[in-house]
């Protein structure tokens, strides 16, 4: 998203990341302001697959790591036949690459629900 954002200069946050110092100060704000994504907020990825009592309530789950095997596969078993459009692409290396380890223990923190569900390391 940190990307995304300063790629679009349209975006509604776009100047406040902008005026970041960079990546580690963005994930500071993630964390600790009143943000969509904010402590105590409820937009975790695991919330959208999961019921209150955090059973999983779909019957797969597409990881962006994979996301044109995963869309084949979705597309095969609806039996459709369509393509999967490239648009609003970021350029950036592994996302493990952008972290220290003062960040790492950010996210490991505060996205441990999501990070254990997906299965996601800093390895």
Known sequence: MYYFILKETGHVKYELVKSMSGFAEYLEWIVETDN?????ATKFQTDTITDDDGKIIVDFIGRYEN??????HVCKLLNLETSLPIINKTIHRDYRSYYNPK????????????IELFGYTFD
């Open 36 to 40: 969509p994504y904010a402590k105590g």
């Open 67 to 72: 996301l044109t095997q995963d869309f084949h």
């Open 103 to 114: 960040t790492q223990k950010i996210v490991a923190e505060h996205f441990k629900t999501d």
